[in-house]
């Protein structure tokens, strides 16, 4: 944990040399006593004085980051991906998501059933069900807007030929989606001690930079296989941007909170892989409690790479806090 890393970083600053037990996370079978159970197996601990040899590669030091002040980026590989003519790619994009639903028994977050009930409206209208229906229509000729908005988006995609009307609706509701991200942007700049009137003057690059990134944004799932969803809306989305993200801090109302140490462009990319780590235990968790907040802080945050981090997602699935842990820097060697 970062309490103990800390405090062994404390020791060592004193020059104090200790034996003791240590963790060990295990990484293989065929260990020479008898074979722990599944939750031992998480950590098991070992005295100092019982390892004889300690290998390791030069290249995996660059990896241990803990005392590292810099950003740094992820190694990722970039592949792109072209669009299919005349909205192919919904196709398909139906046909994953239906497998996921009713083989995989995957439950969507709120945005990915909006989409599924559109996808299903217009594929496979005679198979809806009547739960379905009610989700779908406010009433008989009249859509949920939500579903509406992916629905006449897969129309036009298509090419399907609609009304003037249709059209305009079209534009009604994305233009109220994006109203619905200024609200939530004009909250964090009014919590932050501003207003758009007031960082229009200051730093104006910062709000142009906002509304880029808020125009572009949609709600993102951030587990692709675990049975309950873990995703990020813009309300959290604008959470940890403008008050963990060092380049969207757009004054000093949130300086005393800690900045990732990635480049902005990898931090959603981290928050990905932070949530893989605990995946498995969150859908434990969740399968036995429905209504209850999970949290991981204190001792029980998480570690990659260098840092700890703390998180709590909300019955929903919604990740409602995530963040880097301050360290104590008193303690660094």
């Known amino acids: 944990t970062q309490r103990e890393r800390e405090l062994m970083d404390k020791k060592l600053l004193n020059n104090s040399v200790t034996t003791g037990k240590l963790k060990a996370k295990v990484l293989g079978y065929g260990l020479p006593f008898k074979t722990p159970t599944s939750e031992e197996m998480e950590y098991i601990e070992i005295n100092s004085q019982d390892i004889e040899d300690i290998y390791f590669l030069p290249y995996n030091l660059n990896l241990n980051t803990f005392h590292s002040e810099e950003k740094r980026r992820i190694n990722k590989l970039n592949i792109e991906i072209n669009s299919m003519p005349h909205g192919g790619d919904w196709d398909w994009y139906y046909g994953f998501e239906k497998r996921r639903v009713e083989e995989d028994g995957i439950i969507l977050s709120t945005e ?8 299903k409206l217009f594929y496979e209208p005679s198979s809806l069900t009547e739960e379905e229906k009610t989700d779908i229509f406010v009433t008989e000729n009249s859509l949920n807007e939500y579903v509406g908005f992916y629905y006449f988006k897969i129309l036009e995609d298509k090419g399907i030929k609609v009304s003037d009307k249709v059209v305009k609706k079209l534009k009604e509701l994305f233009h109220k989606r994006m109203y619905e991200k200024m609200e939530f942007l004009n909250k964090y ?13 200051e730093d104006p690059d910062m709000l142009n930079a906002l509304f880029t990134k808020l125009l572009r944004f949609r709600q993102k799932r951030l587990n692709v296989l675990g049975r309950y969803p873990i995703y990020m809306d813009v309300d959290s989305y604008l959470h940890i941007l403008t008050r963990h993200v060092e380049d969207y801090k757009f004054n000093n109302h949130y300086k005393e909170k800690d900045n990732f140490q990635w480049e902005e462009e990898d931090v959603i990319l981290v928050i990905e892989k932070v949530i893989r ?5 969150y859908q434990a968790f969740r399968s036995q409690n429905t ?12 570690y990659f790479e260098g840092d700890y981090y703390t998180l709590h ?4 699935g919604r990740l409602g806090t995530f963040y880097k842990n301050k360290k104590n820097t008193n303690t660094y060697i």
Do not use: H
């Open 291 to 302: 209504t209850l907040r999970y949290s991981r802080y204190g001792d029980n945050n998480v």
């Open 313 to 316: 997602i909300e019955p929903s």
């Open 189 to 201: 700049l009014l919590d932050a001690g501003s207003s758009f009137k007031k960082l229009i003057k």
């Open 277 to 281: 780590e605990i995946d498995e235990k």
């Open 112 to 119: 990915e059933q909006y989409r599924y009930l559109a996808l």
